[in-house]
Every structure is written in structure tokens, then in C-alpha cells.
Nanobody, 124 residues
Framework: QVQLVESGGGLVQAGDSLRLSCATS????????MGWFRQAPGKEREFVAT????????YYADSVKGRFTISRDGAKSTVSLQMSSLKPEDTAVYYC?????????????????WGQGTQVTVSS
């Protein structure tokens, strides 16, 4: 399995932007569709965004559509989540995940590898 390490979380104010990154290990980055999930306190983990193996297809949760952008860099084996116009309700631990899906993947059961998570806190 691929190892995933997230970074870039922090405390920001509403309306600010933040960029999360996920570094992956191994030489098989192109074999995985990648995704971001988040879990707010007291809530279940939820899907945020996903990108296909070659990066040509992305999909977002309605709650972040138009504000968040997922991207991947094959040369660096990284996937990023650019977050803009952040809201207090975006506060959560954000997880990077990898899936063997040939297209995009939006449910947790399709992801076989997970990072440890990075905290994002948005103050009002």
C-alpha cells in the first residue's frame, strides 16, 4: 500500500485560503485515484473531492464546489487541495486517501490507503 502524509493545515479566518498537500511514497502514484475527506467534531467522515489517475477528471462535494480545487503532480507524487473562501463549517480534520479505482472514487470503501489527517480550523 502507498503511504500518505498530509500537510498544510492550520488556523485561518473565514474567507481566507489554505492549501493542503499530500505526499505519497512509492513509484505507483499514477496507479491511484486520489481523494480528500474530512471529519468534523462529532460528525462522520465525509467526502470532499477526488481526482482520477491521470488527473483529467475531478469531482467535488456540493458543499465545497466552486471553492476547493483538487490537483495532482505526477512528477512529485503529490495531491493538493486548494481551499478558498473558507467557512467555519469547513473546520475538520482533512484526510488524503488513495484508491485503485479506474475512474473517480467518492466513497470511503473504495479507498485502501489513508493519511493520518491534518487539522483545519476556520474562525468566524
Amino acid at each position: 500500500q502507498v503511504q500518505l502524509v498530509e500537510s498544510g493545515g492550520g488556523l485561518v479566518q473565514a474567507g481566507d485560503s489554505l492549501r493542503l498537500s499530500c505526499a505519497t511514497s512509492g513509484r505507483t502514484f499514477g496507479s491511484y485515484a486520489m481523494g480528500w475527506f474530512r471529519q468534523a467534531p462529532g460528525k462522520e467522515r465525509e467526502f470532499v473531492a477526488t481526482i482520477s489517475r491521470n488527473g483529467d477528471t475531478t469531482y467535488y462535494a456540493d458543499s465545497v464546489k466552486g471553492r476547493f480545487t483538487i490537483s495532482r503532480d505526477g512528477a512529485k507524487s503529490t495531491v493538493s487541495l486548494q481551499m478558498s473562501s473558507l467557512k467555519p463549517e469547513d473546520t475538520a480534520v482533512y484526510y488524503c486517501a488513495a484508491s485503485f479505482s479506474f475512474g473517480i472514487a467518492t466513497t470511503e470503501d473504495l479507498f485502501s490507503s489513508w493519511g493520518q489527517g491534518t487539522q483545519v480550523t476556520v474562525s468566524s
